[in-house]
């Protein structure tokens, strides 16, 4: 005889004690000591759900649920919208060994009516469920870490080579917020390595060119371009509401800057440069490693490090440099993984080298040290040995 919904019912009931919503509350300020599963649908649960709850949709608990709770004795307090899907879903519990199955009276409804608190995932749109399907599907980024993308606030100084890809890419990953300063026009000689831009924008803006770039790959992002020189006047506030800084500037007085603005205002910066055919990136992370001041205290005299302008570059190597910044950007955003902080990878690309070297903070550093001799933003064309009247800024890589 098939058994109706009405002896399921009563068969449950029999098997999942059932505490009321003021019963869980209180258990949970009292240390807890069970495991909460909303067995809803995964639309429900990212519209409302109580603090601390896994989702695991009744569909699922066959094939989900030991890996949620992994051994058999563990207390489990299951809820529904109303109480009747979690009652059959204790009972499935039950049958798969599970001893300690309580299901929650009245469901979510119930808690929230009684004035409980919940917590709501971020809503995300049907176009971002299927644009960032990618992510949601690696268990290390997952929703959480997409909410994460999407509010986090980049900074890159300069739209050129290193920042074309690092921009492009850290678009299409749906990082919310892109700032982009660069005060220069799109040159044709750009063009070889700054994928940004393209042949019918020569003598446009490249903040704008960007912004149409980025916007036409992710229109789901906010593009913020700055049309104007990094100087120490202006840093400062540039930074301010930016989570991570991306320097992707070619020229030692913008990167001395970057650096101490950066430390000064505890921001991680994302280290990128390039030199003809060898590139090096890392991350200065305040607080957690060197900055670039540990390792060159002083800037190389005048003329010694030609730029990019003057030594020329392999077209494809900005490429590679600005990818590792993305994603150096992104570790630093999720908090997942070894961020490059302390470590600096090094490419050569003749050889097809890449090496990675310990770098070392130096307590001596005059910005980040022990005792700090630099504690404002000082003039950094001088300290750099370009103080000549009519001189202007290498354009940026
Ligand atoms: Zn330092």
Redesign the pocket.
């Known amino acids: 005889m098939t058994k109706t919904y009405r002896d399921l019912m009563t068969e449950a009931r029999q098997l999942v004690p059932e505490w009321t919503p003021d019963d869980v509350r209180q258990r949970t300020s009292n240390g807890g000591g069970f495991r909460l599963i909303d067995v809803r649908e995964k639309e429900e649960y990212r519209e409302g759900h109580l603090p601390g709850a896994v989702s695991v949709p009744r569909g699922f608990l066959d094939m989900r649920i030991e890996e949620a709770v992994p051994d058999k004795s563990t207390p489990i307090v299951l809820y529904c919208a109303g109480g009747t899907r979690s009652m059959l879903a204790g009972r499935t519990l039950r049958e798969l060994g599970y001893t300690n199955v309580v299901s929650m009276a009245g469901g979510f409804g119930a808690w929230k009516g009684a004035g409980h608190p919940w917590v709501a995932d971020r809503q995300f749109s049907a176009d971002q469920l299927t644009r960032y399907s990618r992510h949601f599907i690696l268990p290390e980024v997952g929703e959480a870490g997409q909410a994460k993308l999407l509010d986090a606030k980049v900074l890159l100084i300069g739209a050129g080579g290193l920042g074309s890809p690092s921009a492009y890419y850290l678009a299409a990953a749906g990082v919310g917020t892109l700032g982009i300063v660069d005060m220069d026009v799109v040159d044709m000689s750009n063009l070889q390595r700054q994928i940004l831009h393209s042949n019918d924008r020569v003598g446009m803006p490249k903040v704008e060119s960007a912004r149409q770039t980025l916007t036409a790959l992710n229109p789901d992002i906010k593009v913020i371009g700055y049309q104007e020189r990094v100087t120490s006047e202006n840093i400062m506030q540039l930074i301010r509401d930016y989570d991570v800084i991306v320097d992707g500037c070619d020229n030692f007085p913008t990167r001395y800057l970057v650096n101490d603005a950066c ?1 000064m205002a505890n921001k991680p910066n994302v280290h990128g440069s390039i030199f003809q055919f060898e590139g090096q990136a890392t991350v200065f992370y305040p607080g957690k490693g ?5 390792l060159f205290p002083e800037p190389p005299p005048p003329g010694a490090a030609p730029s990019c302008q003057e030594a020329g570059v392999l077209g494809v190597l900005p490429g590679l440099v600005g990818c590792v910044q993305a994603l150096e950007t992104i570790k630093v955003i999720l908090g997942i993984g070894k961020p490059l902080i302390g470590r600096m990878v090094y490419f050569d690309t003749l050889s097809m080298e890449l090496r990675i070297h310990k770098l070392r ?2 307590p001596q ?1 005059p ?3 022990e005792h700090p001799t630099v504690t404002q933003l000082i003039d950094y064309e001088e300290f750099c040995g370009l103080r000549v009247p009519g001189h202007t800024d290498a354009a940026h890589a």
């Open positions: 430390v060197p900055c670039y001041r540990c903070k130096d550093c910005v980040c040290g």
